[in-house]
């Protein structure tokens, strides 16, 4: 099933990241991008989310230094772009792969593109990682412990339905039953000419 491989990958990508365990660690993508495609996509995109929890984090100090939290926030909002690119990267892998499927004539569109159910299955992945550190984390009680695992339990829990819901999908696809889109997200904020901010105006 597809989500074994992309479950494993954001396991690797999260036990490498905490490694180092620093924003500012060098990248390298262990998969290569032509014999490995579809691996080397995930890989990137769950390091890109993983970077953006740990920013996450740093930008809510309340000590933080209004300037840095102002370069953090820009830092943010260039890992949003590049988490949407890698989404529609990874979608464009799938259209590819189903080029020559022709949807049944009953064929219906998912809610979702399988991409954005890999993205929301890559943040589950930190979820649940996290989740796991406060079960454990020395110094925490008892009781936070056991709260922080009841949750451990819900998040391990939709990891399984996330997981058949896009194995599921990717099945439909494949089989004719459903067909997909890539729509570009069109982000308006980023743009020279959209924002009238960025365009000069007042």
């Known amino acids: 099933m597809f989500t074994n491989t992309a479950n494993a990958i954001f396991k690797e990508v999260i036990d490498k990241y905490h490694v180092i365990d620093s924003v500012d660690q060098e990248f390298s993508n262990p998969y290569d991008s032509k014999s490995q495609a579809l691996e080397h996509l995930l890989y990137r995109k769950c390091w890109i989310d993983t970077v953006q929890w740990h920013y996450e984090d740093i930008i809510r100090d309340p000590e933080i230094d209004p300037v840095a939290a102002l370069k953090l926030k820009r830092q943010i909002d260039a890992s949003n772009q590049d988490r949407t690119d890698m989404v529609?990267?990874?979608?464009?892998?799938?259209?590819?792969?189903?080029?020559?499927?022709?949807?049944?004539?009953?064929?219906?569109?998912?809610?979702?593109?399988?991409?954005?159910?890999?993205?929301?299955?890559?943040?589950?992945?930190?979820?649940?990682?996290?989740?796991?550190?406060?079960?454990?984390?020395?110094?925490?009680?008892?009781?936070?412990?056991?709260?922080?695992?009841?949750?451990?339990?819900?998040?391990?829990?939709?990891?399984?339905?996330?997981?058949?819901?896009?194995?599921?999908?990717?099945?439909?696809?494949?089989?004719?039953?459903?067909?997909?889109?890539v729509y570009k997200q069109m982000k308006m904020y980023n743009d020279d000419e959209l924002n009238p901010v960025l365009r000069g105006e007042k």
């Open 88 to 181: 529609e990267y990874i979608d464009s892998y799938f259209l590819e792969q189903y080029k020559d499927v022709t949807p049944r004539t009953n064929a219906s569109i998912n809610t979702e593109s399988p991409a954005w159910g890999v993205d929301r299955l890559s943040i589950l992945a930190l979820k649940v990682y996290h989740m796991h550190e406060e079960t454990v984390r020395e110094g925490a009680s008892d009781s936070h412990k056991a709260a922080c695992q009841k949750k451990l339990d819900v998040l391990l829990e939709q990891r399984v339905d996330l997981s058949t819901a896009i194995d599921t999908l990717l099945t439909d696809i494949q089989n004719g039953d459903k067909y997909m889109k």
